[in-house]
């Protein structure tokens, strides 16, 4: 069997004073996703930072990162539409339509973040989904509490989004997702659609836990610092430690790491 690696290399929040291996600019993030390309990453999640470090969705920034990945590489790209808070629908969804990634994250419902509202109302996915389709980009799903999945499964039904869905569990997003435990992950699961592929991952110290449940379950993983700043506890990560470890595990477990054109064989990917 073989397992995906995501390398979710940056995300929108953490600041890079509390960790100093955080790709920042453009450049940055390309060669730290080429390095964990290198380790077996067949997918890149891609987050965008401003001259402040704070999460933009300039794109400006996404086309000059992805410019210089598909020069270099063949991993998946996996774009944020959910870089940056309370901005407009179409810078959301402005790179989707110019860069065309293979994949594209669908944030499956509203949440609180701290103060913030992370907002993805009924009607900005059903914008989402359509600029998707009319792309040729396919959602990754990511489902952050068990509500989600029943509006995933909605639109699915209803012809906005396409099955077979890729999921993305998200466990541990903050104080209002679902708690990164392995029993919400298999109960997730539980409720998956036949024929739907999936991936997963926790947050801080339930990075490895959920790792280990995914595979146990026959899912795919996802690693990084947008995720996870620490190896092991006082022990800084990088992105390619992160990366190389779940390749290890992959590897001591009895699978294969995906390539990615396996990846995309697996999620139905045109590239
Ligand atoms: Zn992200």
């Known amino acids: 069997m073989k397992t995906i690696i995501t390398a979710a290399l940056c995300g929108a929040v953490t600041p890079k004073a509390k960790c100093p291996a955080l790709p920042i600019t453009p450049k940055e993030i390309a060669e730290d996703g080429i390095r964990c390309w290198k380790a077996g990453a067949s997918i890149l999640h891609l ?8 999460g933009t969705m300039d794109v400006n920034k996404f086309r000059e990162t992805v410019n210089i990945l598909r020069g270099e590489c063949d991993a998946v790209l996996n774009l944020t539409t959910s870089g940056e808070l309370n901005v407009s629908d179409e810078r959301r969804m402005e790179h989707v339509i110019e860069l065309k990634p293979e994949l594209a994250t669908f944030d499956c419902g509203t949440l609180n973040t701290g103060d913030g509202i992370f907002e993805n109302s009924q009607s900005f996915l059903e914008k989402l989904a359509k600029v998707m389709i009319d792309n040729g980009v396919k959602p990754e799903v990511e489902v952050m509490d068990i509500g989600m999945m029943n509006a995933c499964q909605w639109f699915a039904k209803k012809g906005i989004l396409n099955a077979p869905v890729h999921y993305q569990f998200v466990l541990g997003f903050g104080l209002f997702g679902a708690p990164a435990t392995p029993q919400n992950l298999c109960s997730m699961v539980d409720k998956l659609p036949a024929g739907s592929t999936w991936s997963a991952f926790g947050t801080g110290s339930a990075h490895l836990p959920i790792l280990y449940t995914a595979l146990a379950l ?9 995720d996870n700043i620490w190896y092991a506890k006082g022990v800084p990560a990088t992105n390619e430690m992160l990366v190389s470890r779940a390749g290890r595990l992959i590897k001591e477990f009895g699978n294969d790491v995906a390539t990615p054109d396996e990846a995309r064989e697996m999620l139905g990917l045109k590239k």
């Open 218 to 226: 026959g899912g795919n993983v996802r690693v990084g610092l947008e």
């Open 47 to 54: 987050h965008m930072r401003d001259d402040e470090g704070h």
